[in-house]
């Protein structure tokens, strides 16, 4: 969740011991917030056209550079790196100490007190052009410090820094929004930010009425975040929840190491998280779509939200459930939040003149406030600390022309032993109207989880169900349950307008092998959807590392290319590698980028739809492959699945010659058998439709097996007539209309 705070938070640096060095600090003046103190002149420099200073720690607070020159900091690196040091006094009385370095280029490094503090500096640089780093807190208390800078030439071109200020104030640098949301963040790194602002890239699930599959506008889309916060589709804020545990003083959200997307009907991945609150509470946040329709108005899609929280512990519990609408969005922008007002007879926040968030039950208490208004300590965060503590009034409306104003709703709870209390609010996500006449206001509160969840449900049975539905079983869960988990985390992405126009091929592949032709031809013609093969990824293995993070789509990348060359145990390893190590943990979600050092999210989306459709076509093609006009059955299965006792089962398998009812392949301790299934077989069981006649796979070049394994073969009957001779090969061809195989072993020899 998303701590919705005005965390420009005062700093005040504490006295600490005197530095070493002696170059005498310049004492500065304090004052008010907008006092500024340039830094231009008195610097120590020194060229470094090698790496001296780096190993020979120039950055350190007691090295003599006596002998340096002084000068500017203005001066060019020129093609050479050099350095730059200075000590500076940090005021007491600034309510911030703000370090800011203007017209950075090429490559600047800074140490403090002999600590790197920031690297490549003009990588770091916000929307005016200047980066800003905070001092007091990099002093670490200490009211002296020593700036050390390395500038040597980059990828742009010869390094410099062209001003130097010490400020009291960020904003004259910070015009953009997001830029004030990231240095907040930088104050307080402590707090549960969202990826984005922590600069680890964005992280979703998308959910919407899957009716609206082929509108890639996303008009019915939501966005939920890995710690439970959701944005809508058209409203502008996003929402999160919060629990403030009374006994222990201490304000939960969910860390992404405890967030868990829950899959439902098999290919619906639905957004809930669940995060253990210390060892008082458990927290739990989920979101389901619904469409509410009605004879005199146009239908509207709402995410009906539901918290739950548990007293885990056998004494009774207090806690405060904050509800928290703020500009804040998981997809990595800030959306503008000038105006929030509450109107309590309809339990309803507005959001910019329309209504927003309506509450299932009258919160106990309510506040609103601006971003960065100095009348308040901050913004919703310590708004909702503070009113569920009674040491703020309650304010049910706030105004910032800025767009970032914060509400929050707290709910009082006393729960008894391994007692649950539950919490439902509804945020529109499309059709939202322009007013709340109490019929509607009723409606939308009439709307109920489990009638959305089933709403929801139905549908993508609907979407997904027919005669190219898929059924497979493997010996392996985990890729059998990731198979379709990935089906719905594309299916969604898609309804949502989150695949990229470059991906939509990919997509169009996995989806038409998966067996959702209708989704996949209307992103590509069928041919082009067959015809798309891996492209090769050299110098990748299961758990490669490029550019400093896992990229598990192209790890997938080199299981599907193992899996057309038939290399079923080399894909089975980047698999099975990637299901130990997911990005979401029970979702089998994976992100675009992940962090090396942590395993977690460190970019991209998540769920990545590049990810997700290069797992289905690699499992796929394990499976069943087409080469040319030849149709493989089984091409890629790795021995781990093929043990005495295993079985794989798969049916109603579209390929690019038709739909193959499927097969069963089953190993025992003396034989192995492949059976072929029919199209009435597969009826009569229950999996599925009867395929018609015209829609049966019927290649060219007939179907072919490779008997897995290196086992010797004692003898091959195919429909009970047995061959002549096996191939040295180990590859059978078969009859289009074969019913069984059944491959006989030679018995083993063990050593005398």
């Given at each position: 969740?998303?701590?919705?705070?005005?965390?420009?938070?005062?700093?005040?640096?504490?006295?600490?011991?005197?530095?070493?060095?002696?170059?005498?600090?310049?004492?500065?003046?304090?004052?008010?917030?907008?006092?500024?103190?340039?830094?231009?002149?008195?610097?120590?420099?020194?060229?470094?056209?090698?790496?001296?200073?780096?190993?020979?720690?120039?950055?350190?607070?007691?090295?003599?550079?006596?002998?340096?020159?002084?000068?500017?900091?203005?001066?060019?690196?020129?093609?050479?790196?050099?350095?730059?040091?200075?000590?500076?006094?940090?005021?007491?009385?600034?309510?911030?100490?703000?370090?800011?370095?203007?017209?950075?280029?090429?490559?600047?490094?800074?140490?403090?007190?002999?600590?790197?503090?920031?690297?490549?500096?003009?990588?770091?640089?916000?929307?005016?052009?200047?980066?800003?780093?905070?001092?007091?807190?990099?002093?670490?208390?200490?009211?002296?410090?020593?700036?050390?800078?390395?500038?040597?030439?980059?990828?742009?071109?010869?390094?410099?820094?062209?001003?130097?200020?010490?400020?009291?104030?960020?904003?004259?640098?910070?015009?953009?929004?997001?830029?004030?949301?990231?240095?907040?963040?930088?104050?307080?790194?402590?707090?549960?930010?969202?990826?984005?602002?922590?600069?680890?890239?964005?992280?979703?699930?998308?959910?919407?009425?899957?009716?609206?599959?082929?509108?890639?506008?996303?008009?019915?889309?939501?966005?939920?975040?890995?710690?439970?916060?959701?944005?809508?589709?058209?409203?502008?804020?996003?929402?999160?929840?919060?629990?403030?545990?009374?006994?222990?003083?201490?304000?939960?959200?969910?860390?992404?190491?405890?967030?868990?997307?829950?899959?439902?009907?098999?290919?619906?991945?639905?957004?809930?998280?669940?995060?253990?609150?210390?060892?008082?509470?458990?927290?739990?946040?989920?979101?389901?779509?619904?469409?509410?329709?009605?004879?005199?108005?146009?239908?509207?899609?709402?995410?009906?939200?539901?918290?739950?929280?548990?007293?885990?512990?056998?004494?009774?519990?207090?806690?405060?459930?904050?509800?928290?609408?703020?500009?804040?969005?998981?997809?990595?922008?800030?959306?503008?939040?000038?105006?929030?007002?509450?109107?309590?007879?309809?339990?309803?926040?507005?959001?910019?003149?329309?209504?927003?968030?309506?509450?299932?039950?009258?919160?106990?208490?309510?506040?609103?406030?601006?971003?960065?208004?100095?009348?308040?300590?901050?913004?919703?965060?310590?708004?909702?600390?503070?009113?569920?503590?009674?040491?703020?009034?309650?304010?049910?409306?706030?105004?910032?022309?800025?767009?970032?104003?914060?509400?929050?709703?707290?709910?009082?709870?006393?729960?008894?032993?391994?007692?649950?209390?539950?919490?439902?609010?509804?945020?529109?996500?499309?059709?939202?109207?322009?007013?709340?006449?109490?019929?509607?206001?009723?409606?939308?509160?009439?709307?109920?989880?489990?009638?959305?969840?089933?709403?929801?449900?139905?549908?993508?049975?609907?979407?997904?169900?027919?005669?190219?539905?898929?059924?497979?079983?493997?010996?392996?869960?985990?890729?059998?349950?990731?198979?379709?988990?990935?089906?719905?985390?594309?299916?969604?992405?898609?309804?949502?307008?989150?695949?990229?126009?470059?991906?939509?091929?990919?997509?169009?592949?996995?989806?038409?092998?998966?067996?959702?032709?209708?989704?996949?031809?209307?992103?590509?013609?069928?041919?082009?959807?067959?015809?798309?093969?891996?492209?090769?990824?050299?110098?990748?293995?299961?758990?490669?590392?490029?550019?400093?993070?896992?990229?598990?789509?192209?790890?997938?990348?080199?299981?599907?290319?193992?899996?057309?060359?038939?290399?079923?145990?080399?894909?089975?390893?980047?698999?099975?590698?990637?299901?130990?190590?997911?990005?979401?943990?029970?979702?089998?979600?994976?992100?675009?980028?992940?962090?090396?050092?942590?395993?977690?999210?460190?970019?991209?989306?998540?769920?990545?739809?590049?990810?997700?459709?290069?797992?289905?076509?690699?499992?796929?093609?394990?499976?069943?492959?087409?080469?040319?006009?030849?149709?493989?059955?089984?091409?890629?299965?790795?021995?781990?699945?093929?043990?005495?006792?295993?079985?794989?089962?798969?049916?109603?398998?579209?390929?690019?010659?038709?739909?193959?009812?499927?097969?069963?392949?089953?190993?025992?301790?003396?034989?192995?058998?492949?059976?072929?299934?029919?199209?009435?077989?597969?009826?009569?069981?229950?999996?599925?439709?009867?395929?018609?006649?015209?829609?049966?796979?019927?290649?060219?070049?007939?179907?072919?097996?490779?008997?897995?394994?290196?086992?010797?073969?004692?003898?091959?009957?195919?429909?009970?007539?047995?061959?002549?001779?096996?191939?040295?090969d180990r590859v059978l061809f078969l009859p289009m209309e074969f019913r069984e195989v059944r491959v006989a072993w030679r018995p083993?020899?063990?050593?005398?």
């Open positions: 969740m998303i701590p919705v705070a005005g965390l420009l938070l005062a700093v005040a640096a504490a006295c600490g011991v005197s530095a070493a060095g002696e170059n005498p600090a310049v004492a500065l003046a304090t004052g008010s917030a907008t006092v500024i103190t340039d830094l231009d002149d008195g610097w120590r420099i020194r060229a470094d056209p090698g790496r001296a200073g780096v190993t020979g720690r120039w950055d350190a607070a007691g090295l003599n550079d006596g002998g340096w020159a002084r000068g500017a900091l203005s001066r060019s690196a020129a093609g050479e790196a050099v350095w730059f040091r200075r000590w500076v006094d940090v005021p007491a009385g600034w309510p911030r100490v703000v370090l800011v370095l203007e017209g950075v280029a090429g490559r600047a490094d800074l140490w403090v007190n002999g600590v790197a503090a920031g690297r490549d500096l003009a990588r770091q640089r916000f929307s005016g052009g200047a980066c800003l780093l905070d001092l007091a807190r990099l002093a670490a208390g200490k009211p002296r410090c020593l700036l050390a800078l390395r500038v040597a030439k980059g990828d742009d071109g010869p390094g410099a820094i062209a001003v130097a200020r010490m400020a009291g104030d960020p904003r004259p640098w910070l015009p953009d929004a997001r830029d004030r949301l990231r240095f907040a963040s930088s104050e307080a790194p402590d707090l549960p930010w969202p990826s984005w602002v922590r600069g680890e890239g964005t992280a979703w699930t998308a959910f919407a009425d899957p009716d609206g599959l082929t509108d890639q506008g996303g008009a019915s889309e939501g966005l939920a975040g890995w710690r439970g916060e959701l944005e809508g589709g058209e409203r502008l804020g996003a929402v999160s929840c919060w629990l403030f545990d009374r006994g222990a003083g201490r304000l939960y959200a969910a860390p992404p190491a405890a967030s868990t997307l829950r899959l439902e009907g098999r290919y619906l991945p639905l957004p809930i998280v669940t995060v253990r609150a210390g060892k008082t509470f458990a927290l739990t946040v989920g979101y389901w779509p619904y469409v509410l329709t009605g004879a005199d108005r146009p239908p509207m899609t709402l995410a009906v939200g539901e918290v739950v929280v548990d007293n885990v512990s056998d004494r009774p519990r207090e806690a405060d459930l904050i509800i928290v609408v703020h500009p804040f969005s998981v997809s990595g922008e800030v959306l503008p939040v000038r105006r929030v007002r509450y109107d309590r007879a309809a339990q309803t926040f507005w959001v910019n003149d329309r209504p927003a968030l309506v509450l299932a039950g009258a919160p106990d208490a309510v506040g609103a406030a601006a971003f960065g208004d100095d009348a308040v300590p901050g913004g919703a965060w310590v708004l909702a600390q503070a009113v569920a503590r009674g040491e703020l009034p309650p304010s049910r409306e706030a105004e910032d022309p800025s767009g970032l104003v914060s509400a929050a709703a707290v709910y009082h709870l006393r729960i008894q032993p391994f007692g649950v209390r539950t919490q439902s609010f509804r945020l529109f996500l499309s059709g939202t109207p322009d007013a709340l006449p109490p019929d509607l206001v009723r409606a939308v509160r009439e709307v109920d989880r489990t009638a959305g969840w089933k709403e929801v449900r139905a549908r993508w049975q609907k979407l997904v169900a027919g005669k190219e539905r898929v059924f497979l079983r493997v010996p392996d869960k985990a890729v059998q349950e990731a198979f379709y988990a990935s089906t719905g985390h594309l299916l969604v992405a898609l309804a949502a307008g989150r695949v990229a126009n470059a991906d939509r091929p990919l997509a169009a592949a996995a989806l038409i092998r998966s067996g959702h032709a209708a989704t996949a031809t209307a992103l590509t013609d069928a041919a082009a959807a067959w015809a798309l093969t891996p492209a090769p990824v050299e110098g990748l293995s299961a758990s490669a590392v490029v550019e400093g993070a896992w990229h598990p789509a192209d790890a997938f990348a080199g299981a599907w290319a193992a899996a057309r060359a038939g290399d079923g145990e080399a894909a089975r390893r980047v698999l099975a590698w990637w299901l130990a190590h997911p990005t979401t943990p029970g979702a089998f979600a994976w992100g675009a980028l992940v962090d090396p050092a942590t395993g977690r999210h460190a970019g991209g989306a998540l769920p990545d739809p590049r990810a997700a459709a290069r797992f289905i076509c690699s499992l796929r093609d394990m499976l069943l492959r087409e080469d040319g006009d030849v149709l493989w059955l089984a091409p890629g299965l790795p021995g781990a699945w093929m043990r005495p006792g295993d079985a794989v089962d798969v049916r109603h398998l579209p390929t690019a010659f038709g739909i193959l009812p499927g097969f069963v392949l089953a190993s025992f301790p003396n034989e192995m058998a492949l059976r072929r299934l029919s199209a009435e077989r597969v009826a009569n069981r229950g999996r599925g439709p009867v395929i018609e006649p015209r829609d049966l796979a019927r290649p060219p070049g007939g179907l072919r097996w490779r008997v897995p394994g290196t086992r010797r073969i004692r003898q091959v009957l195919v429909d009970g007539v047995r061959l002549a001779e096996v191939p040295a083993v020899r063990l050593p005398e």
